[in-house]
C-alpha cells in the first residue's frame, strides 16, 4: 500500500500553469494488520523553470538536498498529456524512476495522483491544510557507523525525557512531546559521548517523524553516507534556505587545505551555483549555518566580501551564521610587497647618501 501526503499550501493559485518539483520523506511502517504501508510525505516544492532541462535541474537539486530528502515526483497544474509526456522521458534513467509520482492539479475541481513511469496507475492521496512537521536533527554517530540504536535528548540534559531511534524498529516517532522542541534536541549513538570526537561524526537528518519509524531514519542516513565518503576528508556545509526556512541545503566538498574546513573562493561559487540551478534561489554567506558550541565536526565557513548582517525571519539570533567573508589574500600579498619595496628604496637612498659623503670628502 503507497499513500502521498501533499499539503493544500504546496498547491498552486487556481489559474496559475505552472509545473513544481516535489521533494520530502518516503516511510515505511506496519498497518494493524502487520502489512507494509508506504508513504510519500511531500516537504517542499520548487518551480521548474523549463521543463526540457527538468532532468539537469533534479540533478543539480539532488547534491543539495539534505540528508532524509529526496527527490518524490511532480506536481502539474493542469492535465498537459504532452509535457507530462516529455518529462516522463526526460526522468525515465532516473535511479528510482518507478516510484517517481505525478500530482495532477486541476484548479479546485480535482486532484489526482499517477506513478509517473505507469500512466493510470493512480495513488492515494491526502491533502492536509498545514504541511506535517519535519525536523531537523544533529545524530552524533559512531565512525565506522554501527546499528546502535540512537537516544534523542534535550539539549539541557534532562534525562528523563528522552526517545529511541531502533534500526529495526516499524514503530512511528511521533508519539513523543520532544519534537515540540526541535530547536533544542539531538541524538547521539548509544554509548557515545559528544565530548568525544575522535570515533563520532554529526551528520544532520531532516524527517518528518509523525510519519517516520527507526528504521527510516537509519535507512536516510546509511543512504546519505556515501555522499560523504564520495570526497576524500569531505566535510558538510549547511546553508538555509530564505524560500522555506525550513529547509537547510547540505553539500559535501573537499576543502582545499589539508586538515581545514574552510570553503575556497571557487567552491563557495560553485555552491551557489548549485542552489541557483537546482532550487532557483541566490543564497548569500550569512545563510551559511554554523554548528552549536556542543557539537563535533565544525561547518566550514569562509569569508566571501560581501557583507550583510541580516538574520533570518523567525529565527534566534544564535542559530544564525556570523557574516563572513573571503580572506583578501591579494590585497594582503600587494601590501607586504609595497612595503618591501620603500624598505628597500629607503636602504637604497641611505647607502648612496653615505658613499656620496664619502667622495666629497
Known amino acids: ?13 487556481h489559474g496559475v500553469s505552472d509545473t513544481h518539483i516535489l521533494m520530502g520523506q518516503y516511510s515505511t511502517s506496519k498497518g494493524d494488520d502487520g502489512s507494509k504501508q508506504r508513504v510519500y510525505t511531500v516537504f517542499d516544492s520548487i518551480s521548474c523553470v523549463d521543463v526540457d532541462v527538468i532532468a539537469e535541474q533534479v540533478e ?20 498537459d498529456v504532452k509535457k507530462l509526456a516529455n518529462m516522463r522521458s526526460s526522468l525515465k534513467d532516473h535511479s528510482r524512476g518507478s516510484s517517481l509520482f505525478a500530482v495532477i492539479y486541476n484548479g479546485e475541481t480535482s486532484t489526482r495522483c499517477e506513478l509517473l513511469m505507469k500512466p493510470g496507475t493512480t495513488l492515494p492521496l491526502t491533502s492536509p491544510k498545514t504541511r506535517p512537521l519535519f525536523v531537523s536533527l544533529p545524530c552524533y554517530l559512531r565512525s565506522p557507523l554501527n546499528m546502535l540504536p540512537l537516544i534523542v535528548r534535550l539539549k539541557n540534559k534532562d534525562d528523563t525525557n528522552y526517545a529511541v531511534i531502533d534500526f529495526n524498529s516499524s514503530i512511528i516517532l511521533g508519539n513523543n512531546d520532544l519534537w515540540n522542541f526541535t530547536n533544542d534536541i539531538f541524538a547521539i549513538q548509544l554509548g557515545g559521548s559528544i565530548e568525544s570526537n575522535e570515533d563520532m561524526v554529526c551528520v544532520y537528518i531532516t524527517f518528518a517523524p509523525f510519519s517516520s519509524s527507526g528504521s527510516d531514519v537509519y535507512h536516510a542516513i546509511c543512504s546519505f553516507l556515501p555522499r ?19 529547509m537547510n541545503y547540505q553539500w559535501v566538498f573537499t576543502p582545499t587545505q589539508k586538515g581545514s574546513s574552510i570553503l575556497s573562493k571557487p567552491q563557495w561559487i560553485e555552491l551557489k551555483e548549485l542552489i541557483e540551478d537546482g532550487a532557483g ?19 566550514p565557513l569562509e569569508n566571501t566580501g560581501e557583507k550583510d548582517e541580516k538574520t533570518f525571519k523567525g529565527e534566534k ?9 573571503f580572506k583578501p589574500e591579494k590585497n594582503e600579498n600587494s601590501l607586504f610587497k609595497w612595503i618591501s619595496i620603500v624598505v628597500v628604496v ?12 664619502q667622495f666629497t670628502s
Open 317 to 325: 539570533q544564535q542559530s544564525v551564521v556570523r557574516p563572513v567573508a
Open 281 to 299: 534561489e541566490t543564497v548569500r554567506p550569512f545563510q551559511v549555518l554554523s554548528d552549536d558550541s556542543n557539537e563535533l565536526s565544525p561547518i
Open 346 to 357: 629607503c636602504l637604497a637612498g641611505a647607502m648612496a647618501f653615505i658613499w656620496s659623503g
Open 60 to 79: 543539480c537539486l539532488e547534491q543539495i538536498l539534505p540528508c532524509g530528502i529526496v527527490f518524490l515526483g511532480l506536481l502539474l497544474s493542469n492535465n
Open 228 to 246: 560523504l565518503k564520495q570526497k576524500p576528508h569531505g566535510v558538510l556545509v549547511r546553508v538555509q534556505s530564505e524560500r522555506n526556512y525550513a
Open 1 to 13: 500500500m503507497v499513500s502521498v501526503v501533499l499539503s493544500s499550501d504546496l498547491l498552486p493559485p
